[in-house]
Every structure is written in C-alpha cells, then in structure tokens.
C-alpha cells in the first residue's frame, strides 16, 4: 500500500469502525431478535421463529397505526415538496432582505422536534391556541384540532408543512446552477414567468426533487417525536413508530418490536424502489 492510500485509509478507518460498530452489528443483532420474544428487562431469549411477524400481521393496531402513517405520508409527501419548491422560487429571487427571509423559513429545520411539538400544542389549542384565536377574528369557530379525531390528521399536515423550509438548502443550490441563458432565450421568445418556472426551472429540479421525495418518504414512514409528544383523540395519532415504541419501552416486547422495525424497513425499501424505477420517467438529469 502506498503512503498516501495508507493516509487515506487512516482517516477514513474511524468511520469504518463506527459503521461496523454502531450500524452493521446491531442491525445483524436487530435480526435475531426479530425471532426472539426477549423483553429486553431481563437476559432469557427464547427463540420464537416467525412468530413475531405472525403476531404483526393478525394485530388490528399494526393495521391501524400503518393506515394513520400510510395517509399522513401520501398527503404529505407531495404537499411539502411542493411547498418547499415554491418557496425556494421565491427566495431565489433578488430581493430585498431575502437573507432574512431564508433564515426564517430554514429556521424550523433546526430546531427541536420536541421544542416544536410544544409550540404546536399551544397553537393548535381548541380554546387558547393561536390558529382559532385567528379564525374567531373572521368570524369561524375552529375545530377541536388533537381532540377531535376527524382533525388530528389536518392539525399533523399543519405541522409538516411549517417545516416545508428544510429542504430550500437543496433547491436553492439547483437554482443557482440553472443557466440564466436558458430564462433569456424563453424571455426573447415571450415567454411568461409561468412558463419560464414550468418549461426550465421545474424540469431541471427533477433531480432535487427526486432527492427530497426519497427523503420525504423515509422521514413521515419514521414520523415519530410530535406524535408521540401530541398523540391525538381516537387513536389517530398513533403513527407506526409511535405503536413500534410502546411495544419495545411500555410492554417490553423487544422482540416483537424490532420485527416492527424490520417490517418498517421493508416498507420504506418497497416505496423507494417503486420511485426509483419511475425516476427515468420524469427525472431530467441532461
């Protein structure tokens, strides 16, 4: 081996030895104990085989809590990655102050999931909170929100498109290495700002939005700190990871749990796979 190779390996050993440490083992350790009924309190593993994932399967709450994520995800999905190009349009644009403006929207992708969850459930109190205190101004009475179980989904989609901001770093970087020749040419031949967004600027975010719409899928199938701190009224509030976590920390199902996990794991796989294939289909990357 070379000198410099030998240098390269020296810095890149430690991320090696993270990965096998902290992601590769305990991913071959999440495997047996998917077939294990371990309640993580006490050292006798018993093995179990399939049992877990029969057990998931024929269990009305795993049903229950995938359809709850299942909807929020495919409501929300195209919901913020619209939002959040929108917004990178706008703020790509030379105006003034427009550096307040991207710390302002960027400002809720850094901070505290549980900070905001907080936040949330003062603003969307039925009595108190800052959204009905608004709508009483133009004369609606606003909904139960988290107490009402028809109006926890809404209140949740409030919430994800609030964070639309997290993904304008990514967009705003495309932006800028569009051709300005490209807006020209469209502007000699009369074309509008509709059509200049349309015909140049959206096609040649396809890659950016294929990146976040990946993210966007992995992130809400994972949704997990606002529901688990706010839940909701009926049981709509009990996302996937929100009904992974009470079986693996409230009943010490351990076992049963990480094949919730696994079975996550395919779902997510499953639906990027799926976008992955529709990529040569709308994704211009020439």
């Known amino acids: 081996m070379k000198n410099k190779e030998r240098v390269g390996f020296y810095f890149v050993l430690p991320w090696f030895i993270g990965l096998i440490l902290f992601t590769l083992f305990p991913m071959i350790a999440a495997i047996f104990i998917g077939f294990t009924d371990w309640s993580i309190v006490g050292t006798n593993i018993n093995w179990v085989g399939l049992q877990n994932y029969r057990e998931i399967f024929s ?58 969850s907080i936040v949330f459930r003062w603003i969307l109190d039925p009595n108190n909170g800052l959204i009905n205190l608004a709508l009483s101004w133009i004369g609606i009475k606003g909904p139960n929100w988290l107490y009402d179980p028809e109006w926890v989904l809404p209140s949740y989609l409030i919430m994800a498109i609030w964070g639309a901001g997290g993904g ?12 300005a020749s490209l807006y020209e040419s469209a502007e000699i031949d009369g074309a509008t700002q509709l059509q200049k967004t ?68 395919i779902i997510i796989m499953f639906f990027t796979v799926i ?12």
């Open 59 to 116: 269990a009305d709450q795993f049903w229950h809590s995938l359809w709850i994520t299942f909807r929020f995800a495919i409501i929300s999905i195209p919901l913020v990655v619209f939002t959040s190009f929108v917004i990178s349009v706008m703020l790509s644009k030379n105006i003034r102050a427009v550096g307040i403006y991207r710390i302002l929207y960027y400002m809720p992708a850094i901070v505290s999931g549980v900070a905001v």
């Open 198 to 265: 349309w015909y140049i600027t959206l096609p040649m975010m396809t890659p950016i939005i294929f990146y976040n719409l990946i993210i966007g899928i992995i992130s809400s199938f994972r949704k997990f700190t606002d529901a688990f701190i706010l839940g909701g009224a009926g049981g709509e509030g009990e996302f996937y990871m929100v009904y992974l976590y009470e079986q693996a920390f409230n009943h010490y199902n351990m076992g049963y749990a990480t094949a919730l996990a696994w079975v996550l794991f």
């Open 275 to 286: 976008v992955n294939i529709t990529r040569k289909y709308w994704v211009h990357t020439n």
């Open 168 to 179: 304008i770093l990514t967009y705003l970087s495309a932006l800028k290495d569009v051709p």
